[in-house]
């Protein structure tokens, strides 16, 4: 059977109303999704999903001509192919022989895969609110972008007032404590919450000795990404716990074969909406030690993007045993969201970073390079009372020269308020 035509349709997904209040500023070009129709030679139709801006493997711009008359066998297993494509072949093939997506992966070994909930830093009302909403829609678990220009004590315990005691919190630092003492400094406080279930890279990967030490004193699980350091070192100096496993599905069996001979568990970390939601239910079904819950951030945008939107029980989703995928795809969202741009690029603003104090400090960098600036300026870590939100430019003369102070990599420093 031969790939007949390839095509890739933009979509806008707005993100749900309380999302974007965040995402806007950060990442609103996680917005665009690319669909993925590939139509074979007898007429069946597969799709796939790629967040091109994110994704572990973009489509590459010569899909065409690298796929269209191929046989469809020999395209499977080709992860440079991109995520939405590679769905989109398993999906077909599924189709054509009557199986589900899972049965081509490999061996089943569960039915039903755990899905955590996903939000960014936020304040800790706002975060309360969305693990409110993650435990209506059938979360029992969260993975939330801990941030050490936050009171997190006070965000934890917000979330703890709105949740019920068995659902659990994983928090991914992305290496924001910098080093080994302040990280175990800092993480020791949080083994006094039940909630709080794992710590994702709460320093640099690279620091080997720093990891290790971490590891050593704090009583909750650490997760680090597949590959960085390299698999033999992570496992010669049993650094992590298990691991955030982002990749192909040639690579996820690779990674997964490792995971399971070392005996570590792993979450698979697949970005997109209820269409990679599946295929990672797909691919959680067939990876022994997929046990930590996927993390796809399905829940940031307003559709799935599917006629039958996915329902979790108790954190859970029964992978389909239709042919291919087993989902069918909303061609009414499709048409409504569809665009012919790629990128989106966030309102203009800075960040102020507000301590209990009063003293207040304005960053123009980027979310992203706020991760390396705020530990470079040696802040505080997680101080009480401290937050940091976006402040978009309302062209007032004092948003102008509070941003024209802080171009170019410069911080502008002022007290604010003084409390009683």
Same mark, same amino acid.
């Given at each position: 059977m031969q790939v007949q035509s390839v095509e890739l349709i933009h979509l806008d997904v707005p993100f749900t109303d309380h999302t974007n209040q965040h995402m806007k500023y950060w990442l609103p070009h996680w917005r665009? @999704?690319?669909?993925?129709?590939?139509?074979?030679?007898?007429?069946?139709?597969?799709?796939? &999903?790629?967040? /091109?801006?994110?994704?572990?493997?973009?489509? /590459?711009?010569? !899909?065409? =001509?690298? !796929?269209?008359?191929?046989?469809?066998? =020999?395209?499977?297993?080709?992860?440079?192919?991109?995520?939405?494509?590679?769905?989109?072949?398993? =999906?077909? *093939?599924?189709?054509?022989?009557?199986?589900? @997506?899972y049965r081509l992966l490999g061996t089943k070994v569960r039915t039903w895969c755990p899905l955590s909930w996903w939000a960014m830093d936020m304040p800790a009302a706002d975060w309360a609110r969305q693990c409110a909403d993650a435990v209506a829609q059938g979360y029992t678990t969260a993975k939330l972008?801990?941030?050490?220009?936050?009171?997190?004590?006070?965000?934890?315990?917000?979330?703890? +007032?709105? *949740?019920?005691?068995?659902?659990?919190?994983?928090?991914?630092?992305?290496?924001?404590?910098?080093?080994?003492? $302040?990280?175990v400094e800092f993480l020791s406080t949080l083994e006094q919450y039940s909630q709080v279930a794992m710590i994702e890279t709460p320093i640099p990967q690279s620091d080997v000795a720093g990891n290790a030490q971490i590891r050593n004193h704090i009583r909750r699980p650490l997760a680090m990404h597949y590959g960085s350091p390299p698999i033999l070192t992570t496992l010669q100096e049993d650094v992590a716990d298990g691991f955030v496993v982002c990749a192909g599905a040639h690579g996820i069996a690779q990674q997964s074969a490792v995971a399971d001979v070392a005996n570590k568990p792993f979450w698979l970390q697949l970005?997109?909406?209820? !269409?990679?939601?599946?295929?990672?239910?797909?691919?959680?079904?067939?990876?022994?030690? $997929?046990?930590?819950?996927?993390?796809t951030c399905m829940n940031i945008w307003e559709s799935q993007l599917l006629t039958d939107p996915i329902e979790l029980r108790g954190g859970?989703?029964? *992978?389909? +045993?239709?042919?291919?995928?087993?989902? &069918?795809?909303?061609?009414?969202? !499709? &048409?409504?969201?569809?665009?012919?741009? $790629?990128? @989106?690029?966030?309102?203009?603003?800075?960040?102020?970073?507000?301590?209990? %104090?009063?003293?207040v400090t304005y960053y123009g960098c980027s979310k992203q390079d706020?991760? %390396? &600036?705020? /530990?470079? =300026?040696?802040?505080?870590?997680? +101080? $009480?009372?401290?937050?940091?939100?976006?402040v978009e430019d309302d062209g007032s003369r004092e948003f102008a020269q509070i941003y024209e102070a802080v171009q170019d990599g410069g911080t502008f420093r002022r007290i604010e308020q003084t409390n009683p």
């Open positions: 665009i @999704v690319q669909l993925c129709k590939i139509t074979l030679a007898d007429g069946t139709i597969g799709w796939g &999903e790629t967040i /091109p801006n994110y994704t572990w493997a973009k489509v /590459p711009e010569d !899909i065409e =001509d690298r !796929i269209v008359g191929r046989a469809v066998g =020999d395209l499977l297993w080709q992860d440079a192919l991109g995520a939405g494509v590679q769905q989109a072949l398993f =999906d077909a *093939v599924g189709k054509v022989l009557g199986t589900p @997506v972008k801990a941030r050490t220009w936050y009171d997190l004590h006070a965000c934890i315990q917000a979330i703890i +007032e709105a *949740v019920p005691p068995q659902f659990k919190l994983d928090l991914d630092f992305n290496g924001t404590l910098a080093n080994a003492a $302040s990280a970005v997109g909406t209820g !269409i990679t939601t599946t295929w990672a239910a797909h691919l959680g079904a067939v990876c022994p030690q $997929s046990k930590w819950p996927a993390i859970y989703y029964r *992978v389909p +045993e239709q042919p291919g995928l087993g989902i &069918e795809i909303d061609l009414q969202a !499709i &048409e409504q969201y569809r665009v012919d741009y $790629s990128w @989106v690029d966030p309102p203009r603003h800075v960040y102020r970073y507000a301590r209990a %104090n009063g003293e706020l991760h %390396n &600036e705020y /530990p470079r =300026d040696a802040m505080p870590v997680c +101080e $009480s009372g401290s937050e940091c939100l976006p």
